[in-house]
């Protein structure tokens, strides 16, 4: 015989029961806090959670001096989602510095791809005047939230590029990570 506790609501609603499992050998636990409140969540109740992370594998520095798009190295990952419903939260960061340069501006241009599909926009980071000699350093951050069309394999990937080939760029411990998100 299995046991159950079955509440009832004050208001005559519906009701609440708590089961255990029919085998002696599958004993469960379900702890709850001592400081807050809280939801149980369900497999029917999932809405907006985190279902998965993944991150790249950074690497210390890359650079680049060509005024075409290349693939940073190791900002390429791979995600399956669970369903085509769900959402995903893609963020990259990173550190990025021109060198000094006389004579022209400066320019590192960064963008996000999902699959072949450009996300995230065109993002630039400049160091300019009328006649160069500037240099920028600071902060790289983009971000692109969307929903996923199918189940298979989606991969997010960022690209980077000069605007002078006399201009070489440095980008420091770039990191991409996408969340899986319930629908």
Not at 40 to 55: D, M, P
Not at 114 to 120: E, K, L, V
Not at 125 to 142: D, R, T
């Amino acid at each position: 015989m299995t046991a159950k506790i079955k509440l009832n609501t004050a208001s005559g609603g519906g009701s609440f029961s708590l089961q255990a499992p029919s085998s002696s050998s599958n004993n469960r636990v379900i702890t709850l806090p001592d400081s807050a409140d809280g939801t149980l969540i369900t497999t029917t109740n999932r809405g907006q959670n985190v279902l998965q992370v993944v991150r790249n594998t950074t690497i210390a520095t890359a650079s680049t001096d060509q005024t075409s798009y290349a693939d940073i190295p190791n900002c390429t990952l791979n995600i399956t989602p669970s369903s085509s419903s769900n959402k995903y939260l893609a963020t990259f960061s990173a550190y990025i510095t021109t060198v000094l340069a006389t004579g022209h501006n400066q320019q590192t241009r960064i963008q996000m791809f999902r699959d072949s599909t450009q996300i995230g926009g065109t993002h630039v980071y400049a160091a300019e005047s009328s006649s160069g000699g500037l240099q920028w350093k600071g902060s790289a951050n983009i971000r692109d939230f969307g929903t996923f069309s199918g189940t298979s394999q989606v991969t997010f990937k960022m690209q980077m590029a000069a605007n002078n080939t006399n201009s070489t760029v440095y980008i420091y411990n770039p990191t991409i990570i996408v969340m899986e998100f319930a629908a």
